[in-house]
C-alpha cells in the first residue's frame, strides 16, 4: 500500500524546498495535487489536447512534479473545477457544457506528464517532466461544495460525474501511455439525500448507484474519503445510518463489487484534526495513535492500494480551516509526526 499526503497550499504554493524535505523526512511515496482545469486553463485553449497551448499555465504543477521527482515521490493528480468559459459563464463547481472539453483537458494533462514531455522553456536545460501514473477524477462529486448537486429539485450530480469521470478516464487513456490509472468515485463519507435541503449532498453509496445507472463504466480504482463524523469515534467505529468511514469500508468494497467489479480501492484523502479545533478535534495523543491505528487497518486490507493523509501543516484560518496537520501552524511537531515516519512501507 502507498503512503500519501495531500496539502496543496504548501506543494504548489509554499516553500517547496521546505514543504518536500519535510515530506522526505514523513517517508511519503504520493504526493495528492488538485489540477484545478480552470486555473490552467483561464481561457480557450485553441489546441486543448496540446499541453504547449499558449492558453495553458502549468507551471505550478511542473515545479511540484520536478521536486517530487528528485525527493523519490510522485504526484496523483485530481482533476476538478470548470473554468467558466466552458460552462456558460456559471461558477466552478458546474460541469462543462461540453464535456470533450474536459476529455480534451485531461488528454493534454496526462500528455504533459507521461514521462515522454520536454516544456518548450528556452532554457538550454531542458528536461523531461517526470511521469505522473496516478490520476483522480473530481473531489467529492457528492458534496456541492465541488459539484453541483441539483436541477429543479432533484439530484443531478450522479449524471453529471458519469460523464466527467468518462471524459477524464478517456482523456488519460487515450495519450496510450502505459501504466496510468484513473480513480473515480472520490466520494465524502456521509450526505443526507435530501435534494431540497438548503445544502443537499448525497450518501456515497446511493451516490455510486446512481452513477453506475448514469453509465459510468470505465474506471482503475474506486476512491473514498473515510472519515469519522465526531471526535468520540475511533478509526474501528462503525458510523451508523448511510455513512462510510474506515470502520465499515468492506460494505462498501461489497458495493464496488457488485457495480463494477474487484477494482482497486484508493482512500485518497483521510485524516484527524487536533485543536484548536473544537467540533472534529481529539488531543495529540490520539491523533498520533490513529495515525497508526488507521493506516493498520488499510494496510490489512488486500483491496486498499492506496492512503492519503491530509494535510501536513495546520491551517491558520482556524474556524474554516483544517487542523489534520502533523505540524502546527507555527510549524512545531506534533506526536504524530513521528509516527507517521515510521508506518511501515
Not at 149 to 163: C, E, L
Not at 278 to 295: I, W
Request: glycine content about 8%; overall charge positive.
Amino acid at each position: 500500500m502507498l503512503i500519501g499526503l495531500q496539502d496543496d497550499a504548501m506543494t504548489l504554493f509554499g516553500n517547496p524546498t521546505f514543504t518536500f524535505n519535510t515530506m522526505k523526512q514523513l517517508r511519503v511515496q504520493v504526493v495528492r495535487v488538485n489540477l484545478n482545469w480552470n486555473q490552467v486553463a483561464k481561457r480557450r485553449p485553441a489546441h486543448p489536447q496540446d499541453p504547449a497551448d499558449p492558453a495553458y499555465d502549468w507551471d505550478v504543477y511542473d515545479r511540484a512534479d520536478r521536486y517530487a521527482a528528485q525527493n523519490g515521490m510522485q504526484l496523483l493528480l485530481t482533476i476538478l473545477f470548470t473554468p467558466s468559459w466552458a460552462n456558460g459563464g456559471h461558477l466552478r463547481n458546474v460541469p462543462p457544457t461540453n464535456y470533450t472539453d474536459l476529455r480534451n483537458f485531461a488528454y493534454a494533462a496526462a500528455e504533459r506528464y507521461s514521462g515522454h514531455y520536454i516544456p518548450n522553456t528556452d532554457q538550454f536545460d531542458e528536461t523531461y517532466l517526470p511521469p505522473v501514473r496516478y490520476w483522480l477524477a473530481w473531489n467529492e462529486p457528492s458534496n456541492p461544495n465541488w459539484l453541483k448537486q441539483t436541477s429543479g429539485g432533484r439530484f443531478v450530480s450522479p449524471q453529471y460525474y458519469a460523464k466527467i469521470c468518462t471524459a477524464i478516464w478517456q482523456g488519460v487513456h487515450f495519450t496510450n501511455f502505459a501504466g496510468e490509472k484513473v480513480g473515480c468515485g472520490a466520494t465524502g463519507p456521509r450526505g443526507n439525500n435530501q435534494p431540497r435541503s438548503s445544502r443537499p449532498s448525497m450518501s456515497p453509496l446511493a451516490f455510486m448507484r446512481a452513477t453506475k445507472r448514469a453509465g459510468l463504466r470505465n474506471l482503475d480504482a474506486y476512491a473514498h474519503h473515510p472519515y469519522y463524523g465526531k471526535p468520540s469515534e475511533t478509526p474501528k467505529s462503525k458510523p451508523g445510518g448511510s455513512a462510510i468511514t474506515l470502520g465499515n469500508i468492506n460494505t462498501l468494497i461489497a458495493q464496488v463489487n457488485k457495480l463494477w467489479g474487484k477494482k482497486r480501492i484508493w482512500i485518497t484523502e483521510y485524516a484527524w484534526q487536533t485543536p484548536p479545533d473544537r467540533l472534529f478535534g481529539v488531543s495529540y495523543a490520539r491523533q498520533a495513535a490513529y495515525v497508526r491505528q488507521s493506516f493498520g487497518i488499510a494496510r490489512a486490507n488486500p483491496r486498499i492500494d492506496l492512503m492519503v493523509w491530509f494535510i501536513l501543516r495546520d491551517d491558520t484560518n482556524i474556524p474554516v480551516g483544517w487542523q489534520s496537520g502533523f505540524l502546527t501552524a507555527a510549524g512545531k511537531r506534533k506526536p504524530a509526526f513521528s509516527v507517521f515516519s515510521r508506518l511501515p512501507h
